[in-house]
């Protein structure tokens, strides 16, 4: 058995003379959560429809837990979980005949909807229609019903765009309770620090490319600096700001010079963000 759960081969797809997906190349290991970012039209969403079977690639392969996906597309989608940025969830229906309607799709006979119901935060509420639901507590059940076959990856396009610390929170801690149980995640997410947080990896993808994939941690130390950030109060009753910048020869006697000369109210470390290091990377921001 591979220890690759996703591996993208050449992977390119175009809207007439648009290349939106530019044979691309990456492979995610089981188990693993790949925060997979880029700014709108960046070719995020295109990738996800071909991994998922909804589109064909023009060329390259796209390989799921062993197979091709659009040679298999039947027996793929029988262990992955697919949540979208948009809702579309059955209004009129409860969140119970919901989630019991995709149990039934994918042939679970015990199952129990209050259980998932439960985990997303969303208990008291399964005889509920749709319809009453806030938004956040759509994208909750939305992500309940792409777990409701226990998939072995997936895939959550944008899951807490626009939601409540709450809801956001009760997503990611579905998110690490997957990865735990041994499912492999493929996130998309325009929230730098939910992408830092979350992610094992992170891909950037500019105009169709992948232009980085490395750990959070490795990208900062590449593209990024860390610097100490100290208020200071000036003789003259004045608030201002002091940068100096970390791992130089020049370090240790800059803050000792610091603390001898000024009056240091506060003082904390900076290291880039994910943010920052796109921007260095592609000349252009995440969210644009």
């Known amino acids: 058995m591979s220890d690759y759960a996703i591996v993208a081969e050449d992977l390119t797809y175009c809207y007439g003379d648009l290349v ?23 070719g995020k969403t295109t990738t996800i429809n071909i991994l998922t079977g909804q589109m064909k690639p023009k060329s ?44 039934c ?9 209050n259980v998932l119901l439960n985990r997303v935060g969303l ?23 792409s777990i409701v076959n226990q998939p072995q990856i997936l ?12 809801s956001s929170k009760a997503i990611h801690n579905i998110i690490i309770q ?8 493929f996130l998309t997410t325009h929230d730098m620090m939910e992408a830092d947080k979350l992610s094992d990896r992170v891909s950037f993808m500019n105009q169709g490319r992948i232009v980085a994939l490395d750990t959070p941690l490795n990208l900062k130390q590449q593209y990024g600096k860390r610097a100490l950030k100290a208020k200071v109060i000036t003789p003259g009753g004045k608030l201002e ?18 603390f001898s000369q000024e009056n ?20 252009r921001g995440l969210v644009e």
């Open 155 to 166: 895939f959550l396009d944008e899951p807490t765009a626009g939601l409540d610390p709450t």
């Open 241 to 258: 700001d002091r940068e100096i910048a970390l791992d130089t020869a020049e370090t240790p006697g800059s803050v000792k010079e610091l």
């Open 60 to 103: 390259g392969r796209a390989i799921l837990l062993g197979m091709d996906v659009a040679e298999n597309v039947k027996k793929v989608k029988v262990d992955i979980g697919v949540c979208f940025e948009t809702t579309n969830l059955y209004e009129q229906m409860t969140a119970i005949e919901n989630l019991n309607l995709f149990a």
């Open 178 to 185: 997957e990865r735990e149980r041994g499912a492999t995640v």
């Open 20 to 42: 939106a997906v530019d044979h691309i190349n990456f492979k995610v290991a089981r188990g693993e959560i790949l925060g997979f970012l880029g700014p709108n039209g960046a």
């Open 264 to 283: 240091v109210v506060t003082i904390h470390s900076k290291e880039a963000t994910l943010e920052d290091i796109f921007i260095k990377i592609t000349g």
């Open 123 to 145: 208990e008291g509420r399964g005889k509920d229609r749709v319809e009453t639901y806030s938004k956040g507590m759509k994208q909750r059940l939305m992500v309940a019903r």
């Open 105 to 113: 799709l994918f042939g679970i006979k015990s199952f129990d909807a």
